[in-house]
């Protein structure tokens, strides 16, 4: 069993910056974990991924360029940094974690989900 926590969200500018954090407690070694995000009145979509094994990383076209997924092993965290964050980055987003057969970007294939962090661009 996994349990996501997530936090580092807020209000920021246009143009600036945050950092998204995940923690993880289980084991979450070899597996893909991903932040996902919903706006209001919108479907949740999938922003990036890693694969905690490989280190495969995936974006979503919208962010490719303005945000990384990183993980910190030791830590049992990946970490989201957005950069040049846009009005239309706001959003509740989430963590997920062990995907099952499928793209990354599916919410469907994932097994664990955390509560979500509010990011606010205005």
């Known amino acids: 069993h996994v349990q996501l926590v997530e936090s580092g969200g807020g209000s920021v500018q246009a143009g600036g910056s945050l950092r998204l954090s995940c923690a993880a407690s289980?084991?979450?070694?070899?597996?893909?974990m991903a932040w996902f995000r919903q706006a209001p009145g919108k479907e949740r979509e999938g922003v990036a991924a890693?694969?905690?094994?490989?280190?495969?990383?995936y974006f979503a076209d919208s962010v490719k360029d303005r945000f990384t997924i990183s993980r910190e092993n030791g830590k049992n965290t990946v970490y989201l940094q957005m950069n040049s964050l846009k009005p239309e980055d706001t959003a509740m987003y989430y963590c997920?974690?062990?995907?099952?057969?499928?793209?990354?970007?599916?919410?469907?294939?994932?097994?664990?989900w955390g509560q979500g962090t509010q990011v606010t661009v205005s």
């Open positions: 997920a974690a062990m995907k099952k057969a499928g793209g990354w970007y599916e919410e469907s294939v994932y097994n664990y």
């Open positions: 289980g084991y979450t070694d070899s597996m893909t």
């Open positions: 890693i694969h905690t094994g490989r280190g495969n990383t």
